[in-house]
């Protein structure tokens, strides 16, 4: 009997174990010593379609097996890069930014085709999510360390992130052991009745109020950049098939950094195409030397539209900037023909982003012959033609006009001239 109340125990403290211990992995860099090393646990829910036009739910955590093929480290940049099962994987990529280091975007391939995941799935192709994980403010030589779960949503996929110890840049070989607590671990403290210096992990610059006396602040002005170039990107499901999304446009991101507004034109030429085509969510990811954009497109069915915007970029000067909607409803069309804006268009993505859109035409979805269908133009192509349309009008209006005076002032002078004779 104790035997056996013995054994049960064990047994439930090697479960308590084995959860608590989760996917622990290290990446080593050609001098073959440790440069990146994580332990995590990972939940994934999945919405995916299945037959009869219906969707289905799965769930399943990362596993403790996983490969680390794709990782690789340098001194500004690393990348974590898990793949496991029948075709799945799962990547962080990190920068550093000064003094500190942060997490710029989480991607996750499915494969549907893996039948002990996906049950009678209609789809047999990789399915890619990106999203913009909460991982930020780092300090270099620290591992990041959050227990708390970290729920980070996308379309169709949500990630639940815990337990969570990852140093993305180990510096001697050696991990740290010094500890940057994510907000959630930190517990909350009510502040006290006297004034005591107060003890945080970082320390932000004071601001100083500005007083009456002060000068105002002068600001330079942001030199105007040159219409940004126009390119064109395509997705295909594998390289003997046809585009199944087709994007054409030129791009400019404008962004505020404390009090500082600045621009970005996307420049095509050098910017690496990669992203996935579903059934109900598609999306585009481009990355140049400068920033990632990262496109999510849904449809209802009978209608597409940009539901997603991811953009993570570098100034010049090498400061990070990161910002994301995931709920927008911009470029809408009907599923099977194309949206075109042909105008410089200006959306506020946030309070802090904003996004131009130059000679634009895409169609994420019901892509025929690797073409675009027939476009639905937005509102300011529809006045640009309608203007002259209008003045044309206006224009035979007066004409008419005209020409009526002219004739009923002539029959008057005839009938005049016939009555005085």
């Known amino acids: 009997m104790y035997r056996y109340a013995a054994f049960v125990l064990f047994l439930a403290f090697g479960m308590v174990f084995q959860l608590s211990h989760g996917t622990e992995v290290t990446v080593k860099d050609k001098d073959e010593k440790l440069c990146l090393y994580a332990n995590l646990m990972v939940n994934f829910s999945v919405l995916y379609e299945v037959a009869g036009n219906k969707s289905a739910t799965v769930e399943f955590e990362l596993p403790a097996d996983v490969k680390t093929n794709g990782s690789e480290c340098d001194a500004t940049s690393s990348m974590l890069k898990l793949n496991f099962g029948e075709g799945h994987s799962w990547s962080v990529n990190f920068t550093i930014n000064g003094e500190m280091y942060q997490a710029d975007a989480i991607t996750f391939s499915y494969n549907l085709n893996d039948t002990t995941l996906f049950p009678n799935s209609v789809l047999n192709d990789t399915a890619t999510v990106t999203v913009k994980p909460h991982i930020t403010d780092v300090d270099k030589d620290t591992c990041y360390s959050c227990k708390s779960k970290d729920v980070i949503e996308g379309v169709l996929v949500n990630q639940t992130l815990w337990n969570v110890l990852i140093q993305a840049f180990v510096s001697n070989g050696s991990k740290s052991e010094k500890i940057t607590s994510c907000a959630a671990d930190v517990p909350v403290t009510t502040a006290p009745t006297t004034?005591?210096?107060?003890?945080?992990?970082?320390?932000?610059?004071?601001?100083?109020?500005?007083?009456?006396?002060?000068?105002?602040?002068?600001?330079?002005?942001?030199?105007?950049?040159?219409?940004?170039?126009?390119?064109?990107?395509?997705?295909?499901?594998?390289?003997?098939?046809?585009?199944?999304l087709l994007a054409t446009f030129g791009l400019r991101v404008g962004f505020k950094q404390a009090e500082k507004y600045q621009e970005m034109n996307l420049e095509p030429n050098g910017t690496t195409v990669s992203g996935s085509c579903g059934v109900n969510s598609s999306e585009?990811?481009?990355?140049?030397?400068?920033?990632?954009?990262?496109?999510?497109?849904?449809?209802?069915?009978?209608?597409?539209?940009?539901?997603?915007?991811?953009?993570?970029?570098?100034?010049?000067?090498?400061?990070v900037f990161s910002e994301a909607n995931t709920n927008l409803s911009l470029w809408d069309a009907a599923v099977g023909s194309s949206y075109m804006c042909n105008k410089e268009q200006n959306y506020t993505i946030t309070s802090l982003l904003t996004l131009y859109t130059f000679d634009l035409q895409v169609q994420p979805f019901a892509v025929k012959k690797g073409v675009f269908s027939t476009a639905e133009e937005c509102q300011a192509d529809a006045e640009s033609f309608l203007v002259p349309i209008a003045v044309g009008v206006a224009l035979l209006v007066l004409i008419l006009i005209v020409l009526l005076a002219y004739f009923i002032g002539r029959k008057r002078n005839m009938a005049t001239g016939y009555e005085s004779f």
């Open 195 to 244: 004034p005591v210096a107060p003890t945080t992990h970082t320390t932000e610059a004071p601001v100083t109020n500005a007083t009456s006396s002060a000068p105002p602040p002068t600001t330079t002005p942001t030199p105007t950049l040159p219409t940004p170039s126009t390119g064109k990107y395509s997705i295909k499901p594998d390289e003997n098939s046809t585009a199944c």
């Open 284 to 319: 585009l990811v481009l990355v140049s030397n400068s920033m990632t954009i990262m496109f999510t497109f849904v449809n209802d069915t009978k209608k597409f539209r940009l539901h997603a915007l991811n953009v993570t970029g570098k100034t010049s000067s090498g400061a």
